[in-house]
């Protein structure tokens, strides 16, 4: 789901710029997996790296996504998205989170 050149226009951003963010993004997927093997990442720790320069709702999503097929088609990684439901009380529905996990394919 590569992002044609002329799409980049709508994230305010230029192709070199989201570049970098997707290599941002998998250094710190690399790193965050290296120290604590196996343990998901926090779909928001992604979403901060984008956000911290870009303003842009959609710009993280998009980044996320082409680091997901960068994995895929460089080093044979899957980044797989876990939903996790946590229990809570029977008053309140039960709240979700999304966190991301690398793996082999």
């Known amino acids: 789901m590569a992002i044609a050149g002329d ?3 709508k994230f ?3 192709k070199e710029e989201k570049d970098k963010l997707v290599g941002e993004v998998m250094r710190y997927v690399l790193f965050k997996t290296h120290q604590n093997s196996g343990c998901p990442i926090k779909r928001e720790e992604l979403t901060q790296i984008v956000t911290k320069n870009y303003r842009n709702r959609n710009l993280p999503a998009a980044v996320i996504s082409e680091a997901m097929e960068r994995f895929s088609s460089i080093f044979g990684y899957e980044l797989k998205e ?4 946590r229990p809570s009380s029977i008053s309140q529905p039960r709240s979700s989170q999304s966190s991301k996990i690398l793996g082999d394919k």
């Open 82 to 85: 876990l939903q996790r439901c």
């Open 7 to 9: 799409d980049y226009s």
């Open 12 to 14: 305010e951003c230029s």
